[in-house]
């Protein structure tokens, strides 16, 4: 038998104004939840939506999440979650998971086009200010402790605004690869308001979650930081 769980028309100031130490949000929630039967197995399928989430009376965005869980068996299981900002999609995520014979992991992200000015209101004290677009691929594959992770993290026209020294710092457009664990830079550059960059070379080693190596070599000459008018 079909069940169906369904949350509608949450007020979060509400709620966010009954906790003293929860953070200000502004929006209203909606979720459902379906657990759906079949012969075999079953699926629970899970919609939800908020209307316009502001966060700290800064905008998040209208966000949806579908999520979609699988047991294939009882020692097997598939999930598919897709998060969308402002109806277009952002991030999709797929995830198959087997406990025979042994722990064993696959997956796949895929990052579209995330704006990263939804990422501000959650930085403190308006200390930066987030722009551009986020794009990336990874896939996991491997035991779940260590897996085998392989992919690229792109910017697209992203750049940091940081409000305490009044300067806008420009991130590399060329993508990040990551190939068997290993984060590679190669000639990663950084910019602000002048034309020399700081520049990032090497690699990060995530082979070992725990205990991840960094052999990097960063370099500036005559890096312009600062050049902006004495303010308060």
Do not use: C
């Amino acid at each position: 038998k079909e069940i169906l769980l369904e949350l509608s028309q949450i007020d979060l100031a509400l709620i966010s104004k009954g906790f003293p130490n929860m953070p200000m949000m502004k929006g209203i929630f909606n979720a459902d939840v379906r657990y759906v039967p079949s012969d075999s197995s079953f699926m629970v399928v899970t919609d939800s939506h908020i209307d316009s989430l502001f966060y700290e009376e800064k905008r998040v965005g209208e966000l949806m999440l579908n999520a979609v869980y699988l047991p294939i068996n009882k020692k097997e299981h598939q999930v598919d979650v897709h998060l969308f900002r402002d109806q277009n999609e952002i991030t999709a995520v797929n995830a198959y998971y087997s406990s025979d014979p042994n722990n064993y992991i696959e997956g796949d992200l895929n990052i579209t086009d995330l704006p990263l000015e939804m990422l501000t209101p959650f930085i403190p004290d308006n200390m930066a200010k987030l722009n551009g677009m986020l794009q990336g691929e990874l896939s996991i594959i491997g035991h779940p402790t260590s897996p085998d992770i392989n992919g690229f993290i792109q910017m697209d026209s992203s750049s940091v605004y940081v409000t305490a020294a009044g300067t806008t710092i420009f991130l590399d457009q060329q993508p990040v690869k990551i190939k068997d664990n290993f984060i590679n830079f190669n000639n990663y550059q950084i910019h602000t308001s002048g034309k020399n960059p700081f520049v990032i070379d090497g690699t990060i080693d995530m082979q070992k979650p725990s205990l991840m190596i960094a052999d990097l070599k960063l370099t500036a000459q005559e890096m312009e930081l600062l050049n902006v008018k004495r303010n308060k």
